[in-house]
């Protein structure tokens, strides 16, 4: 991808140069500020409506494209926030230019979060908002999973829980800098740690730790879906900033997708940091066109089949 524009290196300059400060905020006040379910429902964000997902026994919403293109697909986004934090709004923000330029609607929900609630319970909040999506209709091969970060690592335990008791898998996988490796093994972390404008290796871990319920369970395939086998797995598109600590995340889940057989492809993102497309960047309105056309294609596809 091209270099950045100038507007988004500058904003991206001055998070860096206040770094500190700016995951303070995020991690410990931004990121855990949410709303209740029906007034997110009633915000209009980038060309779509929602409406309250009746029946989901946590908080969640429908997100509705003003100009649907596929009427029986749906996609299930998961929010990331390093499982402790991240909710509604910070998903209706995410998942709603997405399901536009898709032109599918989006489930998203907010699950549990540690360190109040370790592993499992994300993966089972994940699992039921899965399984209201199948008791509303829609088939698995018109199922798309969309994550970022953390979420990007629940859509990969998703479908590994899937596979393990036999269940058709959906039909496309899309990460957004997704996190995989919890125990911080790829170069990244360390080529990159004064590059990276939003994210720190030690907060990650402590996060990783209290998630995991013990330093001792981050080299499981649960918990760090980059160690698994990914036989079987759908078309994955992962996207990913080249000036992240996730990085090699993105560049070892790819390898090991592609081991094993699976239609996998990484773009990166010159210059942006950790989910940029939350940002408003141009770069972050490309990056959300793309991934709605890839969902829009398989998502077509498998409609029509």
């Known amino acids: 991808m091209p270099m950045p524009t100038r507007k988004s290196q500058d904003v991206l300059d001055l998070i860096r140069a206040h770094k500190k400060l700016a995951s303070n905020v995020s991690n410990g006040m931004l990121m855990k500020i949410d709303a209740p379910a029906d007034r997110v429902a009633k915000m209009r964000v980038a060309g779509t409506t929602a409406k309250l997902a009746d029946g989901l026994d946590m908080p969640a919403v429908m997100i509705l494209p003003k100009e649907m293109q596929i009427d029986d697909a749906a996609i299930l986004h998961m929010h990331g926030g390093a499982y402790v934090s991240g909710g509604l709004l910070q998903s209706r923000a995410l998942i709603s230019p997405i399901a536009a330029e898709a032109g599918v609607r989006a489930l998203t929900f907010s699950y549990r979060l540690a360190p109040q609630h370790p592993y499992p319970a994300q993966l089972e909040d994940a699992y039921r908002a899965y399984q209201w999506l199948l008791d509303a209709g829609y088939s698995p ?5 969309v994550g970022e970060s953390a979420g990007g690592n629940l859509a990969l335990a998703l479908t590994l829980r899937l596979r393990a008791e036999g269940k058709a898998l959906p039909a496309a996988l899309a ?11 790829g170069e990244s972390f360390e080529t990159l740690k004064e590059i990276d404008a939003t994210l720190n290796a030690e907060e990650l871990m402590q996060s990783a730790i209290q998630f995991a319920g013990g330093r001792e369970r981050l080299a499981s395939p649960e918990i760090s879906p980059v160690y698994a086998d990914f036989s079987g797995f759908p078309p994955t598109l992962i996207h990913c900033g080249t000036h992240e600590i996730l990085l090699s995340d993105s560049e070892m889940l790819e390898r ?3 081991r094993d057989g699976v239609d996998a492809h990484m773009v990166r993102w010159e210059g942006m940091c950790h989910v940029f497309q939350a940002f408003g960047f141009e770069e972050s ?21």
């Open 175 to 185: 990460l957004l800098s997704p996190w995989v490796d919890l125990l911080q093994t």
């Open 141 to 145: 091969k018109k199922i798309a999973l």
């Open 285 to 305: 309105k490309a990056s959300n066109q793309q991934i709605g056309l890839f969902l829009n294609r398989h998502l077509k596809t498998e409609a029509a089949t």
């Open 256 to 258: 090991a997708m592609l």
